[in-house]
């Protein structure tokens, strides 16, 4: 029995260790995740702006536009 209880008491012991890092971990994948949305409209927002030029304006084109959306 008192093995028994030393066990459950280093297991729990260990848990509480554990926990407060898998804690951060997660905080740091969850902000990490975060920064997926600013990324991404970043990374269209030179590709839209141009499409809804180049509809608007069919003929004309202007090439810094061009080379930010490539």
Do not use: Q
């Not at 093995?3 to 804690?23: E, F, K, Y």
């Amino acid at each position: 029995m008192i093995n028994n209880a030393t066990r459950v008491c280093m297991a729990v012991g260990m848990l509480d260790r554990l926990h407060p890092s898998d804690t951060r971990a997660d905080m740091k994948a969850l902000t990490r995740w975060g920064y997926y949305p600013l990324i991404l409209i970043g990374s269209w927002a030179f590709c839209t702006i141009n499409r809804i030029h180049d509809f608007i304006e069919s003929g004309h084109k202007i090439f810094g536009s061009h080379f930010l959306d490539v």
